[in-house]
């Protein structure tokens, strides 16, 4: 009967988007306003977040049973949003069913794709991995059409969409899939593997290779510290993100996160907070020229705050990863060529061979065009010599492959001090503020 409720409440209250140009002269302001629901909130972000607009500014309220949200929003040029098909089509995804949450393998507005088999990936990182895999696809003539990997804390998880090289379809045969299964499971085991390794062959369905990334390596625990002997490399603790974690008395936990600023922080810290079942009452962004702060009202689903020392370092160290797992992590490039069976792989294997370790990549094909962003340092995690870079160019094709930016050596934020709790100062102006325990 609650269900059945709760139901009849959403088709009463439909969902209310307003899209404003004239409000701010920096952005565009996106006002989202329905029955409140856990889970709304990512999937509102994920739908921004999918049409790659960047959160300049956000302010969001669910207490009670009601929602609403307010965005300050860029294209990718910084400029605000003024074609009308545009923000039309933004409209329409968010008022579409806005106040059911998505399920824990949901995201949002991605139509099924019978055209591919998802293949999800996590083992322990280490130099030449990919290469490897790439290599075994190859040899089992799958063809990738596209893929996300990831990296971080010595832990590696990749979501690949690949397809039969001789039909250009979805792989179906049960045999030959379980053949991928294996094969890939023991490449990711190594000799020396921290944890268990899995190859998990998916089903066509609606799941962005970006939620499913945070939910596999959250799953996998890559919040946990590890240590690796032999690798003494370059690490900027001062552009490490800083979490704190204070207590309002018995009502909210107030996460304050500063980091450097990027695309997607707020997707990738809404996703996490999701994942830990924590729900956002209320809650502020606002990025500046180099820095993103962030602080956030929250409870558990419980309706309970954080309430104890082991929870609190669970937060933190799970928010840091969060935040550092998209990092833009060493040097940026680009390959833009023709498509062709076999590309990724013979590219990956040049990066071995020239010993460049692959932090995070991104591979695209679109319109028989491969446009692949690999971020690369060296085995030890340092900066790559940039002659062994020129090297690499004139193998693969100086204009094929291109040097974009070098994460490690750009300049580093300005310090900036901020305080916790003075966005909703004048709100819970009447409670008193206790520090229980704070990590950076």
């Known amino acids: 009967m609650d269900d059945e409720y709760a139901k009849l409440i959403r088709r009463l209250n439909p969902p209310r988007v307003v899209i404003d140009n004239d409000a701010r002269e920096d952005a565009t302001v996106i006002q989202v306003d329905s029955v409140n629901k856990h889970g709304i909130l990512l999937k509102v972000v994920q739908v921004l977040t999918d049409m790659n607009l960047v959160i300049t500014k956000a302010y969001i309220s669910s207490d009670g049973e009601w929602f609403m949200d307010v965005f300050n929003v860029v294209d990718q040029d910084g400029k605000k949003i003024r074609d009308k098909e545009v923000m039309d089509y933004i409209q329409r995804r968010l008022e579409s069913n806005a106040s059911f949450a998505p399920s824990l393998r949901g995201s949002v507005g991605l139509m099924p794709s019978e055209e591919h088999t998802a293949v999800e990936l996590t083992g322990t990182d280490r130099p030449g991995l990919l290469s ?3 290599a075994v696809l190859t040899d089992l003539h799958c063809n990738v059409l596209n893929a996300e990997i990831w990296t971080h804390n010595a832990r590696a998880a990749a979501v690949v969409h690949v397809t039969d090289d001789s039909t250009g379809r ?27 390794a899995t190859t998990t062959l998916s089903p066509p369905g609606v799941t962005s290779r970006e939620r499913r990334l945070h939910q596999i390596m959250f799953a996998d625990r890559d919040y946990e510290k590890v240590e690796r002997a032999g690798l003494a490399r370059f690490e900027d603790k001062s552009a490490r993100p800083h979490v704190t974690v204070l207590n309002i008395e018995k009502d909210y936990t107030v996460i304050s996160m500063r980091s450097k600023d990027r695309p997607k922080l707020l997707f990738d810290i809404v996703c996490t907070l999701t994942d ?3 729900v956002v009452f209320h809650g502020m962004v606002s990025t500046g020229r180099m820095e993103a702060y962030q602080e956030f009202y929250v409870r558990h689903v419980d309706g309970f705050p954080v309430s104890s020392d082991a929870e609190r370092e669970r937060v933190v160290q799970c928010l ?18 023709e498509d062709r069976f076999g590309l990724l792989s013979d590219i990956t294997r040049i990066f071995r061979e020239n010993s460049l370790c692959i932090k995070r990549a991104e591979i695209l094909t679109k319109g028989g065009k491969a446009i692949d962003t690999f971020y690369v340092t060296d085995v030890t995690g340092n900066p790559v010599d940039p002659k062994l870079i020129d090297s690499i160019r004139r193998q693969i094709g100086r ?9 490690i050596l750009s300049p580093k934020p300005p310090p900036q001090e901020t305080t916790m709790g003075y966005i909703f100062g004048n709100l819970f102006k009447a409670r008193k503020f206790k520090l229980i325990r704070s990590y950076s």
Not at 328 to 333: D, F, K, N, R, T
């Open 399 to 407: 204009t094929k492959l291109l040097v974009k930016h070098n994460s």
């Open 276 to 278: 830990m079942e924590y």
């Open 170 to 196: 979805a792989i179906i045969d049960p045999k030959r899939l379980s053949t991928i299964r294996e094969l890939l499971c023991n490449v990711l085991k190594g000799n020396d593997d921290l944890k268990t």
């Open 320 to 337: 840091e990863a969060a935040i550092e797992r998209r990092a833009s992590e060493g040097l940026e490039l680009e390959l833009c060529t």
């Open 132 to 134: 490897e895999v790439c």
